[in-house]
Nanobody
Framework: QVQLVESGGGLAQSGGSLRLSCAASGLALDDRAVGWFRQAPGKEREGVSC????????YYAEKVKDRFTISRDKAKNTWYLQMNDLKPEDTAIYYCGAPGIPTYYSGTYLLLAREYKYWGQGAQVTVSS
């Protein structure tokens, strides 16, 4: 069983920055992806970024490319999402997730929420204009 705990959400002004953390326990996750997703009120959960820890491949949604950066601290079993140049449309609850099985193949399909089994409780990010 995997437990994921997000932290670091909050309020930022348009153009500002926030960093989210996702601390994992119960499993090392070296053999699978970890993804960041977000869900705004009334909308479906959408993929923001992911990293396949098995081969280091990284993917970003077009909406956040060149603004957000995913990274990992292997020693701490923690993943981060650095969010720069935030926009009001980035306002959402942000979740980190991990698949229930090892990730053998990389690809943009890893930005799909259906590929993930384990989820954190979410962190609210609110960007004011």
């Amino acid at each position: 069983q995997v437990q994921l705990v997000e932290s670091g959400g909050g309020l930022a002004q348009s153009g500002g920055s926030l960093r989210l953390s996702c601390a994992a326990s119960g499993l090392a996750l070296d053999d699978r992806a970890v993804g960041w997703f977000r869900q705004a009120p009334g909308k479906e959960r959408e993929g923001v970024s992911c990293i396949n820890n098995r081969d280091g491949s990284i993917y970003y949604a077009e909406k956040v490319k060149d603004r957000f950066t995913i990274s990992r601290d292997k020693a701490k079993n923690t993943w981060y999402l650095q969010m720069n140049d935030l926009k009001p449309e980035d306002t959402a609850i942000y979740y980190c997730g991990a698949p229930g099985i090892p990730t053998y193949y990389s690809g943009t399909y890893l930005l799909l929420a259906r590929e993930y089994k384990y989820w954190g409780q979410g962190a609210q990010v609110t960007v004011s204009s």
